[in-house]
């Protein structure tokens, strides 16, 4: 079993633990197919991430299918997999885990007197016993363990003191702290890291991590105060998805250490200028869009509007900016794509956006570019990125899209004409309905039969401009499980249509692995 090597002599060097493969997909509406889930490890791996946690094996057969194939692609980066204290979801973590270069097991167990004296109904003693067999446990099976008392910073202290110490003794090799509620403060969060640094006997032998949630949000200064206290492993999700209010961004802490480095001087591994692209997959497949304000990542994050900054930007970018857009990955175009651009072209631009495509994904992106440009003006970063994006979410569809037809306006019936390639044979169907959108879901339901529920339609504007590309969500619902769909084009109907036939795919794949005898199409 191989493991990652980080330069342990650096004391100030930070590990990056992504989660938004496991705790980001916990967000309500937020979850991920086994193909999305690939391509964002894929991303991840190639930033630098030092450990991908892909998911909670036991939860469900598609979380198991994830955390196994996402541990037989990647090869630089530690995966983790998450389970209770129990030998049925450790066994499970580490089925999945085995074919990882380096695996780790990440097992955890509620240690506040809430959690325990309500959740758990265990007494302290009980559950004393239960992490340090938990952890023996998972020690036994794999020799990197991370062990996490849950709702740690609600935890009496002497009882955490206790407890880490018997995991260490146990075999965890990481200690991570979280703050599961978000209920900490920073000087508070920095003075329980720092308490645990001096009284836990044996902490040298342990990475000390933390994992804070964004209640209040204060996850990203939790983080930073906590590393400042000692930490130096941080927990965080691209665009702080996760349980309620979120997780730590990862975007954030890691560009507040890079750019703040005069007060704050540790180091981490992550390129950061493979930001954006992470943070606009992430949110194209969660349909989770970026307020246009966040940090980093928004539409607003390097714009500047008012005479004042305009004018200080020319004379001087760095008067009103604490970093480069290019830092992030938001490059000045070197070339300018059009109808014109040929396939190698647009290969190099590709690359100038750090993005690698399979030979048969770039073919059709290449399809879709040509089409756009023809009746796109400009053809900037942002609708290669959208379009790129939207090719990868439907690599596998078993329903496409073929073409539509749409007779609309404020006189007579509003009628969609869809034509669909199901299984690859061409079907065609016309329905009314009450506006262009509704006669094209309708079209849809026709053609493929369904029961599910339509939850959430999102339109977004790739660019500015009436000729802007619209990326399109779609959220259905069906016996309580959910699926995003999405679609990207220049024409917002057909965008539309693309997400919904987008989203019922992946109810069918999700229904298939429920019960095998219930496809329509
Ligand atoms: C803070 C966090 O983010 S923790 C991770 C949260 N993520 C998830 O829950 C993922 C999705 N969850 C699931 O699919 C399910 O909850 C499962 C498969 C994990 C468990 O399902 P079920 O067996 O039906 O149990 P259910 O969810 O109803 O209740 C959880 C049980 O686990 C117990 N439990 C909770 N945490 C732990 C733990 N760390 N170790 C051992 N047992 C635990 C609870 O006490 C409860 O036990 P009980 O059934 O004896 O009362
Ligand atoms: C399992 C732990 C790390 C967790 O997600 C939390 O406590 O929020």
Request: with cysteine; net charge negative.
């Given at each position: 079993m191989g493991s990652i090597q980080i330069d342990e002599k650096d004391s100030n060097r930070v590990i990056i633990f992504d989660t938004t493969l496991r705790d980001g997909e916990q967000s309500p509406g937020c979850s991920m197919n086994l193909d999305e889930k690939l391509a964002v490890a894929s991303v991840l791996e190639e930033m630098g991430v030092d450990v991908i946690e892909a998911g909670f094996p036991v939860a469900s057969i598609g979380d198991f299918e994830a955390v196994n194939a996402i541990s037989k692609q990647v090869s630089n980066t530690t995966v983790a997999g998450l389970a209770r204290a129990t030998p049925k979801d450790i066994d499970r973590a580490w089925e999945a885990l085995k074919p990882a270069v380096s695996p780790r097991i990440h097992t955890f167990l509620s240690t506040s007197p809430l959690h325990m004296k309500y959740k758990l109904q265990m007494e302290p003693e009980e559950v004393y016993d239960a992490v340090v067999e938990s952890v023996g446990y998972a020690r036994n099976l794999c020799d990197n363990v991370e062990w996490s008392p849950e709702d740690g910073t609600r935890t009496d202290h002497d009882f955490l003191c206790r407890c880490i110490e018997g995991a260490i003794k146990a075999g965890a090799r990481t200690i991570n702290i979280p703050d599961t509620v978000g209920y900490t403060v920073p000087e508070e969060f920095a003075e329980m890291i720092r308490m645990l640094m001096n009284r836990v006997p044996n902490i040298d032998q342990a990475v000390l991590s933390v994992h804070c949630h964004n209640d209040l949000g204060l996850a990203v200064s939790n983080s930073l105060a906590a590393v400042k206290a000692g930490a130096r492993q941080i927990e965080c999700t691209i665009n702080g998805i996760g349980e309620r209010a979120g997780n730590c961004a990862m975007e954030e802490v890691v560009m507040a250490l890079r750019t703040r480095n005069d007060v704050m001087p540790y180091s981490t591994g992550i390129d950061t200028t493979k930001i954006t692209r992470a943070s606009h997959l992430v949110s194209t497949i969660t349909g989770f869009s970026v307020q246009p304000n966040k940090a980093i990542v928004g539409k607003n994050a390097?714009?500047?509007?008012?005479?004042?900054?305009?004018?200080?930007?020319?004379?001087?970018?760095?008067?009103?900016?604490?970093?480069?857009?290019?830092?992030?990955?938001?490059?000045?175009?070197?070339?300018?794509?059009?109808?014109?651009?040929?396939?190698?072209?647009?290969?190099?631009?590709?690359?100038?956006?750090?993005?690698?495509?399979?030979?048969?994904?770039?073919?059709?992106?290449?399809?879709?570019?040509?089409?756009?440009?023809?009746?796109?003006?400009?053809?900037?970063?942002?609708?290669?990125?959208?379009?790129?994006?939207?090719?990868?979410?439907?690599?596998?569809?078993?329903?496409?899209?073929?073409?539509?037809?749409?007779?609309?306006?404020?006189?007579?019936?509003?009628?969609?004409?869809?034509?669909?390639?199901?299984?690859?044979?061409?079907?065609?169907?016309?329905?009314?309905?009450?506006?262009?959108?509704?006669?094209?879901?309708?079209?849809?339901?026709?053609?493929?039969?369904?029961?599910?529920?339509?939850?959430?339609?999102?339109?977004?504007?790739?660019?500015?401009?009436?000729?802007?590309?619209?990326?399109?969500?779609?959220?259905?619902?069906?016996?309580?499980?959910?699926?995003?769909?999405?679609?990207?084009?220049?024409?917002?109907?057909?965008?539309?249509?693309?997400?919904?036939?987008?989203?019922?795919?992946?109810?069918?794949?999700?229904?298939?692995?429920?019960e095998p005898t219930a496809m329509t199409a």
């Open positions: 390097f714009a500047h509007e008012s005479g004042i900054h305009q004018d200080g930007m020319l004379k001087n970018a760095q008067t009103y900016e604490i970093m480069t857009p290019e830092s992030v990955g938001l490059n000045r175009s070197t070339l300018v794509m059009g109808k014109h651009s040929g396939k190698h072209a647009f290969k190099s631009k590709l690359a100038e956006l750090g993005i690698e495509l399979e030979e048969n994904q770039l073919k059709d992106a290449f399809v879709r570019f040509k089409d756009l440009a023809d009746h796109k003006k400009e053809i900037f970063d942002e609708d290669i990125i959208a379009l790129v994006d939207d090719a990868v979410v439907r690599h596998n569809d078993h329903i496409r899209f073929v073409s539509l037809g749409i007779q609309c306006g404020s006189e007579g019936p509003q009628t969609a004409e869809l034509e669909v390639e199901i299984g690859g044979e061409r079907q065609k169907a016309k329905a009314e309905g009450n506006g262009p959108v509704d006669a094209t879901f309708a079209a849809i339901r026709e053609l493929v039969p369904h029961e599910a529920e339509l939850q959430l339609y999102q339109v977004h504007a790739v660019t500015g401009g009436t000729d802007a590309q619209a990326e399109v969500t779609v959220r259905l619902e069906e016996n309580g499980k959910t699926v995003n769909g999405q679609g990207a084009d220049y024409d917002t109907l057909v965008a539309s249509a693309r997400a919904y036939i987008n989203a019922l795919n992946k109810m069918m794949v999700k229904r298939q692995k429920t």
